[in-house]
């Protein structure tokens, strides 16, 4: 099986192509067989996601599961340490300028 993921425009948060949109659970994941790179050009062109791109995947009784490490921790979310991530409300994580 084969799923296309990127990452929203706005938030950067990773998303997943359910064949009519995009969902940031990978549960909702479709697979998109022979026809990943036609979706992949079309929703990069409509700027509807950034950098997306064709992993492999296997189907599981609770949806599809990355068959790579790399993007089984991608579909967890940002981080899958609390303590590597900076609230933006913390005051101990300082005043970032770029």
Known sequence: MKLLTGNELRSGAVTWWTGNGWSTHV?????VGEHGEAILHAEEGARRVNAPYIIDALPTANGPRPAHIKDRIRALGPTVRADFSLKPAD???GDWII
């Open 27 to 31: 549960e909702d994941a479709a697979d």
């Open 91 to 93: 005051p101990a994580a």
